[in-house]
């Protein structure tokens, strides 16, 4: 259910992302994520846990519509797919990291910090990216523009609600999204059910099935990276 929140938001905060500040919308949407991940982790029962978790997405999904955004206008056409690779790559090892740190706290006595510090770091991370990322002018990084954008002409981009037709009508944009769709099931998957398999049919204790799911993960990162290192170099 916090996925499909997630995503359904995800389409608001780029159009907010589009239209105002994208750092001040990460600001915003990692500060609301945060503030209710924390709520986690002050629950009392199963149900007051299940809608509070779901409401957290919202905030979640600002986080590719306004990063990807902000990454596509600082770097070139040349290193771009390299430095998105990277961002991507810095998202995963920190979910390996908290994954694996936090997992210690899987017990009934003492997994509320989990989602309070999880929720905290996300609050810094917004205070971060308000203060220290310089935000670049819209399309500051495309070859055709350099020299010649300014502050004013870079406003004039902005998205409309009759751009959703327009960009829903490109073949590439269809099988993007169908890809997204399946490709993420997997790992919806395995973060729902694999460790409580670990627990219940492995025998693994609630500290320890975290940190196996980790590594997984990790394996898995480095696997796919070595494929792509190796069709890169033929």
């Keep these: 259910m916090r996925s499909l929140l997630q995503s359904l938001s995800s389409p608001f905060w780029g159009y907010l992302s589009d239209r105002y500040s994208r750092k001040k919308v990460l600001f915003w949407g990692t500060g609301f994520w945060g503030l209710w991940t924390i709520a986690v982790g002050l629950t009392q029962n199963f149900s007051q846990l299940l809608v509070v978790r779901v409401i957290s997405g919202i905030g979640l999904g600002c986080l590719m519509p306004a990063t990807f955004s902000i990454m596509a206008d600082t770097f070139a056409p040349k290193i771009r797919g390299r430095m998105l690779g990277l961002l991507e790559s810095v ?49 500051e990084s495309e070859p055709e523009m350099n020299g010649h954008l300014t502050l004013e002409d870079s ?20 099988v993007a999204i169908l890809q997204g769709l399946a490709g993420s099931m997997p790992w919806v998957i395995m973060g729902a059910f694999l460790i409580l398999w670990l627990v219940e049919q492995r025998g693994l204790s609630t500290q320890v099935a975290p940190m196996v799911f980790g590594a997984m993960i990790r394996r898995d990162c480095y696997q796919q990276r070595d494929w792509r290192l190796s069709w890169r170099l033929g």
């Excluded at 996300?122 to 002018?137: H, M, T, Y």
């Excluded at 004039?156 to 073949?171: E, F, G």
Aim: glycine share 12%; proline share 4%; charged share 15%.
């Design 91 to 139: 998202g995963v090892l920190g979910i390996i990291i908290f994954t694996l740190g936090l997992g210690r706290l899987a017990t009934p006595e003492t997994w509320r910090y989990g989602f309070v510090i999880l929720g905290i770091a996300s609050i810094l991370s917004g205070f971060v990216i308000l203060l220290f990322v310089d935000e670049p002018l819209r399309g």
């Design 155 to 174: 406003q004039k981009y902005t998205a409309q609600i009759s751009d959703i037709k327009n960009v829903l009508s490109i073949p590439t944009i269809r």
